[in-house]
Nanobody, 121 residues
Framework: QVQLVESGGGLVQAGGSLRLSCVAS????????MGWYRQAPGKQRELVAA???????LYADSVKGRFTISRDNAKNTVRLQMNSLRPEDTAVYYC???????????????WGQGTQVTVSS
């Protein structure tokens, strides 16, 4: 069983930056694909970014060029650096762990409890 604990959310003005972190435990972190999802009120949960165990990355079109996902296998940590934040980025952000297959194919099985990101205009 994988446990995921997120941190780093908060309130920021439009144009600002935040960095989310997620620490994983319970299995061999370096074998996991890791991802960040978000869910805004009244909307479906959507994939924001993902990183495979070998470092391949995937981003939603809405965050390309603004967000960067990275992993530190020595610290069992995945991070999401969010720059040039917009009010539409406001959501609960969830860390996830799973498997990378090939291309853009990921499957996520484990989820953190979420961290709130609020961007004011």
């Amino acid at each position: 069983q994988v446990q995921l604990v997120e941190s780093g959310g908060g309130l920021v003005q439009a144009g600002g930056s935040l960095r989310l972190s997620c620490v994983a435990s319970g299995n061999t972190f370096s074998n996991n694909a890791m991802g960040w999802y978000r869910q805004a009120p009244g909307k479906q949960r959507e994939l924001v970014a993902a990183i495979s165990n070998s470092g391949n990355t995937l981003y939603a079109d809405s965050v390309k060029g603004r967000f960067t996902i990275s992993r530190d296998n020595a610290k069992n940590t995945v991070r999401l650096q969010m720059n040039s934040l917009r009010p539409e980025d406001t959501a609960v952000y969830y860390c996830s762990a799973g498997t990378y297959y090939s291309g853009y194919n990921y499957a996520f099985n484990y989820w953190g409890q979420g961290t709130q990101v609020t961007v004011s205009s």
